[in-house]
């Protein structure tokens, strides 16, 4: 079943962990982020010398995001 546009960000909003993959040095980086959705734009806190902010910076870069439901307590994907 595909998800329509609002059940995507509703769903992302309901959680605060994620994952963000960009490319560095030719390989995939991939790295844990908490985030919020502020309306629809995902926003990510890092610091200036972190590996994203430079890739994010560049002209014609590539990030992908993903989030899953983790328990805040436990810090997993369990159940």
Do not use: K
């Not at 993903?66 to 994907?77: G, L, Q």
């Amino acid at each position: 079943m595909e998800l329509t546009a609002g059940e995507s960000w509703r769903l992302l909003a309901g959680t605060s962990l994620g994952r963000i993959v960009f490319t560095q040095h030719a390989m995939p980086a991939i790295r844990p982020v908490n985030h919020l959705v502020d309306d629809e734009p995902v926003i990510i806190r890092s610091h200036l010398g972190a590996a994203i902010t430079g890739r994010a910076a560049g002209d014609g870069a590539v990030v992908c995001y993903e989030a899953d439901a983790i328990d805040p307590v436990r810090h997993c994907a369990c159940r």
